[in-house]
């Protein structure tokens, strides 16, 4: 069994590091002392989670949108004139919209996929040269319970986070032999406010409908987000190579497993959706 990875004195980048489960994970990142850059849209979140992270580490905040090529280009210079070096990518950053693939508009979709999947990819492309120059770095990619099985009404968010997961996956063996490892991470029903922020696509239900969709899926979210960064966190210390967040990810992935066309009908009948 390979030796944990020691994150004291060691940096990570962090996306969508704001809210949610963003935050929770710098801040278990903190707590073992690792020096953290954080990255988000949001500034005034950013702050925030810079003041819980604590004192005694290097923080820096770094206003950054995923689905902008110009701005991630231009990540890897602003990082490192505030860090040394670069150990730990954590690209969590991520949208949702409800609606079936006719009812979401190709502007939506696309949207989602530069964030949710471009995003990934971009960052990985533009960071990987700083995480080579570490003896032990890890790149931490953010998929969903949805990136095993693919409800009806998440057509462009499933595609996105299957991609990322097929993407980080396939990396992971290219680098294997390395000093970078790849971790994908699937959270089941976390409360964040993805949900509630969603873009919502044109559809005929009715505003009761609608609210009663969006409480439905609420019921579901369950795990607070600092238990998912701190799980996700152990994960990146003890090197796993796939992360499940929850008990009813676990669940999901069992589901899958026993019935890889036909779980969804399974799905349904247990939770009502």
Not at 41 to 68: C, F, M
């Amino acid at each position: 069994m390979a030796a944990r990875m020691k994150l004291e004195g060691r940096t990570a980048l962090v996306t969508g590091a704001a809210s949610g489960i963003g935050r929770g994970t710098a801040i278990s990142l903190a707590r073992r002392g690792c020096n953290l850059a954080l990255a988000d849209v949001n500034v005034e979140g950013l702050a925030e989670t810079a003041a819980l992270a604590g004192g005694g580490i290097r923080i820096s905040q770094h206003l950054l949108d995923v689905s902008s090529q110009d701005a991630i280009a231009a990540a890897p210079d602003q990082v490192m004139a505030q860090h040394p070096s670069l150990d730990v990518l954590i690209n969590n950053a991520g949208v949702a919209i409800g609606g079936t693939f006719e009812q979401v508009a190709p502007v939506d979709f696309e949207w989602l996929i530069s964030i949710n999947f471009w995003g990934v990819v971009r960052m990985t492309r533009a960071f990987l040269p700083l995480l080579r120059a570490s003896d032990d770095a890890r790149i931490v990619n953010l998929s969903s319970i949805f990136g095993l099985i693919a409800p009806p009404g998440q057509t462009a968010y499933c595609a996105s986070k299957f991609a990322v997961r097929g993407f980080s996956e396939s990396l992971r063996h290219e680098l294997e032999g390395g000093s970078i490892g790849v971790t994908v991470v699937h959270p089941g029903g976390v409360r964040t406010s993805i949900a509630k922020n969603a873009r919502a696509a044109k559809t005929n239900a009715s505003a009761e409908e609608q609210d009663a969709q969006l409480k439905a899926v609420d019921r579901l979210l369950r795990l607070p987000p600092e238990i998912a960064g701190e799980i996700i966190v152990k994960g990146i210390e003890q090197r796993k190579p796939r992360v499940m967040v929850g008990r009813d990810a676990y669940a999901m992935m069992a589901i899958e497993r026993i019935a890889p066309v036909s779980n969804w009908s399974i799905i349904r009948r247990m939770t009502g959706l």
